[in-house]
Protein backbone atom coordinates (compact mmCIF):
# COMPACT_ATOMS: atom_id res chain seq x y z
CA UNK A 1 0.00 0.00 0.00
CA UNK A 2 2.92 2.08 0.82
CA UNK A 3 4.26 1.89 -2.78
CA UNK A 4 1.01 2.98 -4.13
CA UNK A 5 0.42 6.16 -2.41
CA UNK A 6 3.86 6.93 -2.91
CA UNK A 7 3.58 6.54 -6.57
CA UNK A 8 0.47 8.59 -6.42
CA UNK A 9 2.21 11.21 -4.25
CA UNK A 10 4.59 11.53 -7.17
CA UNK A 11 1.83 11.67 -9.89
CA UNK A 12 0.22 14.44 -8.00
CA UNK A 13 3.95 16.60 -8.22
CA UNK A 14 4.01 16.00 -11.92
CA UNK A 15 0.65 17.14 -12.03
CA UNK A 16 0.41 20.13 -10.07
CA UNK A 17 3.54 21.49 -12.15
CA UNK A 18 1.85 20.22 -15.68
CA UNK A 19 -0.97 22.99 -14.53
CA UNK A 20 1.23 24.99 -13.16
CA UNK A 21 3.28 25.44 -16.77
CA UNK A 22 0.06 25.33 -18.20
CA UNK A 23 -1.83 28.51 -15.74
CA UNK A 24 1.49 30.11 -16.31
CA UNK A 25 1.49 30.06 -20.35
CA UNK A 26 -1.98 31.04 -20.48
CA UNK A 27 -1.61 33.96 -18.31
CA UNK A 28 1.45 35.14 -20.04
CA UNK A 29 -0.30 34.93 -23.41
CA UNK A 30 -3.55 36.58 -21.67
CA UNK A 31 -5.51 33.93 -22.95
CA UNK A 32 -9.34 33.63 -21.83
CA UNK A 33 -8.60 29.84 -21.45
CA UNK A 34 -6.82 30.90 -17.98
CA UNK A 35 -10.12 31.36 -16.28
CA UNK A 36 -11.03 27.82 -17.35
CA UNK A 37 -12.62 26.31 -13.84
CA UNK A 38 -10.62 22.96 -14.47
CA UNK A 39 -7.58 24.99 -14.34
CA UNK A 40 -8.61 27.03 -11.22
CA UNK A 41 -9.65 24.12 -9.06
CA UNK A 42 -7.52 21.59 -10.34
CA UNK A 43 -4.28 22.36 -8.58
CA UNK A 44 -6.01 22.90 -5.31
CA UNK A 45 -7.56 19.23 -5.19
CA UNK A 46 -4.44 18.37 -6.34
CA UNK A 47 -2.80 20.67 -3.50
CA UNK A 48 -5.27 18.82 -0.77
CA UNK A 49 -4.55 15.28 -2.49
CA UNK A 50 -1.03 16.17 -1.93
CA UNK A 51 -0.98 16.63 1.76
CA UNK A 52 -3.40 13.60 1.92
CA UNK A 53 -0.65 11.36 0.67
CA UNK A 54 1.98 13.34 2.77
CA UNK A 55 0.48 12.67 6.03
CA UNK A 56 -0.14 9.04 5.09
CA UNK A 57 3.39 8.31 4.08
CA UNK A 58 4.74 10.17 7.11
CA UNK A 59 2.69 7.77 9.35
CA UNK A 60 3.79 4.81 8.25
CA UNK A 61 7.29 5.78 6.80
CA UNK A 62 9.46 2.80 7.32
CA UNK A 63 12.39 4.23 8.40
CA UNK A 64 10.14 6.53 11.36
CA UNK A 65 10.99 9.94 9.28
CA UNK A 66 8.87 12.44 10.69
CA UNK A 67 8.92 16.59 10.30
CA UNK A 68 9.89 18.69 12.93
CA UNK A 69 11.53 15.50 14.79
CA UNK A 70 13.78 14.79 11.40
CA UNK A 71 15.65 17.12 8.97
CA UNK A 72 15.28 15.33 6.35
CA UNK A 73 11.49 15.14 6.31
CA UNK A 74 11.10 19.13 7.28
CA UNK A 75 13.21 19.97 4.64
CA UNK A 76 10.65 18.51 2.33
CA UNK A 77 7.97 20.07 3.82
CA UNK A 78 9.70 23.09 3.71
CA UNK A 79 10.41 22.50 0.16
CA UNK A 80 6.53 22.08 -0.96
CA UNK A 81 5.41 25.17 1.22
CA UNK A 82 8.04 27.73 -0.65
CA UNK A 83 7.13 25.52 -4.10
CA UNK A 84 3.77 26.39 -3.63
CA UNK A 85 4.24 29.86 -2.27
CA UNK A 86 6.34 30.63 -5.70
CA UNK A 87 3.57 29.11 -7.75
CA UNK A 88 1.41 32.15 -5.83
CA UNK A 89 3.49 34.28 -6.67
CA UNK A 90 4.16 33.75 -10.34
CA UNK A 91 0.32 33.65 -10.62
CA UNK A 92 -1.18 35.63 -8.09
CA UNK A 93 0.89 37.81 -6.50
CA UNK A 94 3.30 39.22 -8.85
CA UNK A 95 2.13 42.19 -10.96
CA UNK A 96 4.89 42.27 -13.45
CA UNK A 97 6.40 39.89 -16.25
CA UNK A 98 9.66 40.33 -14.47
CA UNK A 99 7.97 38.87 -10.70
CA UNK A 100 5.96 36.19 -12.68
CA UNK A 101 9.26 34.66 -14.38
CA UNK A 102 11.12 35.20 -10.48
CA UNK A 103 7.97 32.94 -9.54
CA UNK A 104 8.41 30.33 -12.29
CA UNK A 105 12.42 30.17 -11.45
CA UNK A 106 11.51 29.86 -7.87
CA UNK A 107 8.92 27.37 -8.39
CA UNK A 108 10.99 25.15 -10.74
CA UNK A 109 13.79 25.70 -8.55
CA UNK A 110 12.06 24.53 -4.83
CA UNK A 111 10.91 21.52 -7.12
CA UNK A 112 14.14 20.39 -8.34
CA UNK A 113 15.86 21.11 -4.68
CA UNK A 114 13.21 18.58 -2.93
CA UNK A 115 12.84 16.23 -5.92
CA UNK A 116 16.83 16.05 -5.40
CA UNK A 117 16.54 15.65 -1.68
CA UNK A 118 13.79 12.72 -2.26
CA UNK A 119 16.83 10.87 -3.45
CA UNK A 120 19.30 11.37 -0.67
CA UNK A 121 19.19 8.47 1.02
CA UNK A 122 21.88 8.56 2.71
CA UNK A 123 20.77 11.78 4.30
CA UNK A 124 17.14 9.90 5.21
CA UNK A 125 19.34 7.40 6.88
CA UNK A 126 21.71 9.57 8.51
CA UNK A 127 18.44 11.61 9.76
CA UNK A 128 16.57 8.64 11.29
CA UNK A 129 19.60 7.74 13.24
CA UNK A 130 20.37 11.08 14.36
CA UNK A 131 17.91 14.01 15.55
CA UNK A 132 19.95 16.60 13.93
CA UNK A 133 19.78 18.27 10.44
CA UNK A 134 22.05 15.92 8.68
CA UNK A 135 21.63 18.39 5.37
CA UNK A 136 23.25 21.02 6.47
CA UNK A 137 26.84 18.35 6.72
CA UNK A 138 26.21 17.72 3.81
CA UNK A 139 26.04 21.57 2.54
CA UNK A 140 28.97 22.10 4.58
CA UNK A 141 30.85 19.81 2.88
CA UNK A 142 29.69 20.85 -0.65
CA UNK A 143 30.70 24.59 0.34
CA UNK A 144 34.14 23.40 0.95
CA UNK A 145 34.70 21.48 -1.98
CA UNK A 146 34.01 24.82 -3.72
CA UNK A 147 36.68 26.59 -2.27
Known amino acids: ?3 IVKHTHLTIILLTFVFFIINF ?28 TFIYMISVNPLKLYPFVNGWASSKLGGF ?3 VLSITLALKWAKTNLWRFV ?19 HLK ?3 A ?19
Open 25 to 52: VLMMRKSPAAQNKVLKIGPHILYTLFVI
Open 129 to 147: EQDTSAYLEQAQIFLTSLS
Open 1 to 3: MYT
Open 103 to 121: GLISAIFWLVMSARLAYAH
Open 81 to 83: VLY
Open 125 to 127: VKG
